[in-house]
């Protein structure tokens, strides 16, 4: 993360150095669209708060077992395709709910709906680039997230 920021702060120098109306002309439309995305960005990280407050792991453990099947494949998919759990939380999340005995299939489908498929934030996604590519996106990484368990389920 520090190198990311390092490389921006030496990037808008350089910006600053070759031409500054352009680079304020840029900072400043990129503050425009943060404020743009920022309420519906908010009533996302609200909703997925409320539903990760509703939801012990204790039950999602019990939903999602070894021998939850085609149930748990079910279920695991649904809930990562309505969770945004950024990466550095679902990891070690995932590591926990294997060490209560969910199986690898299980995973590799809940990880893989959450971090590709976004029921939650489509309005989002669907505000930059449409209602049909969208869908096409989140219905085609669902379908991808399903093979992938399947594939880990034979291998683990």
């Known amino acids: 993360m520090k190198i990311l920021l390092i490389f921006t702060f030496v990037c808008l120098l350089l910006s600053l150095f070759f031409d500054r109306k352009k680079t304020f002309s840029g ?12 309420p519906s960005f908010l009533n996302v990280i609200i909703l997925i708060s409320i539903f990760l407050t509703l939801v012990p792991y204790d039950k999602m453990v019990k939903l999602l077992g070894k ?23 679902a990891y070690p999340l995932a590591s926990i709910l294997i060490k209560y005995g969910v199986s690898y299939r299980i995973i590799a489908v809940f990880i893989t709906t959450l971090l590709m498929v ?20 989140n219905c085609l990484s669902f379908i991808g997230a399903i093979i992938i368990g399947l594939i880990i389920g034979v291998f683990l």
């Open 27 to 38: 900072i400043k439309r990129g503050f425009l669209m943060f404020l743009k995305i920022f």
């Open 118 to 137: 976004g029921i939650l934030t489509l309005p989002i996604e669907i505000k930059f680039f449409g209602v049909k590519v969208s869908v096409l996106r």
């Open 67 to 89: 021998s939850s099947g085609v149930m748990g494949i079910t279920i695991a998919s649904v809930l990562g395709s309505i969770s945004l759990i950024p990466g550095f939380i």
